[in-house]
C-alpha cells in the first residue's frame, strides 16, 4: 500500500476529469430555475447553426520522434501529419413551463481525413436533462449524456480507428433547511465502450453517489462538506491466472470539504480539499489515500478582460484509459480579453505533472512512470454579424516521461466558421 502522499482519483464521479477532449455530436441539455416562479406561458427557444473546421495536425498519432513507421505496431500509419476536416452540424431547443426549464441539444459532426482516411467517421455528444424546481424548498435534476469520438492516440499504439462511446445517467436533489441551510444527494452512472476489439478490455462502468451539507452566508459565501463513494468496474477483463493483466475494479471513498468566497467585486475563489481511499480487490498493494486538493481563483478587473488561474492535485484518468490513472500535480492560466464586441481573444496555458499508478494498457510491466506535460491554446475569433462568427485556433502539446514510448510534442492549428441559421 502506498504512502499517504498518493492522493486518490478525484475520478469519475466529480467530472470525470480524466477525460480527454471529445469530439462533438448529439448533445442534450437541461437548465432550470433556482428560484420559484409564477406559472407562466412556456417559452420555446430553438437554435440551428453549421460549423465547419479546418485544421492540421503535425503529429496525428502523437508518436515520439525516435518511433519507427516500419514498426509493425505502427502499420496503417499512412502519414504522421494530416488535415482535418469537421462538418458540424447542431440544434437546441430550450423549453420552460412554469418552475420547470427543459433544454434538448443534438450536434452531429462529419470527421473526414486527408491522408489517413481510414479514420474518418461520424462523431457525437449528447445530454438531455430536466433541471426541477418542485416547491421554494426542494429542487434538483435529472439528465442522460451520450458522447461518441474517435479515441486518443496519445493512449494507445499504432493507426487503428477505435471509436470511443461514453454514456452516463444522472440525478440530484436539493433540500432547504431554511434560508442559510441546505442538504444534497445525487448519483451517477456511467460507462465507456471502445469499438475496437482489441481495446474492449479497457470498457469502464461506474456508479457514483454523493451526499453533503452547505451553509451559504448572508454575503453569500458558501461552505459545504461531501461525502463520495465510486464503484468502479473493468467488465471485459477476462483474466488468465497466467497473465500480468489486473481486473482494475475499484471501489473509492472519500470525504471533501468546498468553499466558494468572493474576495471583491472582481474576485472569486472556489476551494476543495479532501481525503480519498481506493482499493482493488484482486491487489491489496494497489490500495491507495491520501489527499486531494484544487482551488481556482476567477479575476475580473474590466468588463472586457478577465482571468482565472487554477492550482491543483488529483487523482485523474484519461477518459478512454481509466484503468491508468495518476496523480496530477498542475497549474494552469486562462486569460481572455474582447476590446470590440466583434472581436476575442483567448489564452490557456497548462502544466502538470503525471505521476502513473494503474495499470498500463500498452505496458502492463511498466511501473514507476512519470510525465511532465505542457498544453497551450490560443483562438482569436471574429463576429461580424451575431449569425456569424469565424475562429483561428492554435494548439500545442508537449509530454516528456521516462518511458520513450510516451514522449511526444504536437501542433494543431485551425480555421473555422460557425452560421447560426435561427
Known amino acids: 500500500m502506498r504512502g499517504s502522499e498518493n492522493p486518490l482519483k ?11 477532449t471529445l469530439a462533438a455530436g448529439l448533445c442534450v441539455c437541461v437548465t432550470s430555475n ?23 495536425d503535425d503529429n496525428l498519432f502523437r508518436l515520439s520522434e525516435s518511433a519507427d513507421l516500419s514498426d509493425p505496431l505502427n502499420a496503417g500509419i499512412v502519414s504522421r501529419d494530416d488535415y482535418v476536416n469537421r462538418l458540424t452540424a447542431g440544434i437546441g431547443e430550450d423549453i420552460e413551463i412554469g418552475r420547470q426549464v427543459f433544454t434538448v441539444q443534438a450536434r452531429a459532426q462529419d470527421v473526414r481525413f486527408s491522408e489517413n482516411d481510414h479514420l474518418d467517421h461520424v462523431a457525437g455528444n449528447g445530454k438531455l436533462g430536466w433541471d426541477w424546481l418542485m416547491t421554494s424548498a426542494l429542487s434538483g435534476t435529472l439528465g442522460a449524456r451520450y458522447t461518441r469520438s474517435l479515441a486518443d492516440f496519445a493512449n494507445s499504439r499504432g493507426a487503428l480507428k477505435d471509436i470511443l462511446e461514453t454514456m452516463s445517467y444522472e440525478g440530484s436533489l436539493r433540500y432547504k433547511l431554511g434560508p442559510r441551510w441546505s442538504v444534497f444527494a445525487g448519483g451517477e452512472h ?19 453517489g454523493r451526499a453533503g451539507i452547505q ?13 463520495r463513494v ?3 468496474q473493468f467488465p471485459n477483463r477476462l483474466l488468465d491466472p497466467a497473465s500480468s493483466l489486473q481486473s482494475g475494479d475499484y471501489e473509492e471513498n472519500g470525504a471533501l470539504a468546498r468553499i466558494g468566497y468572493t474576495l471583491s467585486v ?25 489527499d486531494i486538493w484544487r482551488a481556482e481563483i476567477s479575476w475580473q478587473p474590466r468588463p472586457k478582460f478577465s482571468t482565472k488561474v487554477a492550482a491543483w492535485r488529483e487523482l485523474r484518468a484519461y477518459v478512454d484509459a481509466e484503468s491508468d490513472y495518476f496523480i496530477s500535480d498542475g497549474i494552469s492560466v486562462t486569460p481572455s480579453w474582447s476590446p470590440l464586441r466583434q472581436l476575442s481573444l483567448s489564452f490557456a496555458l497548462a502544466w502538470e505533472e503525471q505521476e502513473y499508478l494503474g495499470f498500463d494498457p500498452i505496458d502492463p510491466t511498466t511501473v514507476g512512470r512519470v510525465d511532465d506535460v505542457f498544453s497551450g491554446l490560443g483562438t482569436f475569433a471574429y463576429s461580424p454579424t451575431d449569425n456569424l462568427s469565424f475562429e483561428l485556433s492554435y494548439r500545442a502539446f508537449d509530454r516528456s516521461s521516462n518511458r520513450d514510448i510516451r514522449r511526444y510534442d504536437a501542433e494543431v492549428a485551425g480555421l473555422s466558421f460557425r452560421w447560426r441559421v435561427l
Open 230 to 232: 465510486i464503484d468502479a
Open 215 to 227: 451553509y451559504t452566508t448572508p454575503t453569500q459565501h458558501t461552505f459545504a462538506l461531501e461525502y
Open 190 to 208: 456511467t460507462k465507456t465502450e471502445h469499438g475496437l476489439d482489441l481495446r474492449r478490455a479497457d470498457d469502464f462502468e461506474a456508479d457514483t
Open 266 to 290: 472582481h474576485t472569486h475563489l472556489q476551494a476543495m480539499y479532501g481525503y480519498v481511499e481506493r482499493t482493488h480487490d484482486d491487489d491489496p498493494n494497489d490500495e491507495f489515500s491520501g
Open 34 to 56: 433556482a428560484q420559484s416562479t409564477p406559472q407562466q406561458k412556456p417559452e420555446e427557444i430553438e437554435t440551428l447553426y453549421i460549423s465547419d473546421q479546418y485544421s492540421y
Open 10 to 20: 478525484t475520478t469519475v464521479s466529480t467530472t470525470l476529469l480524466s477525460s480527454a
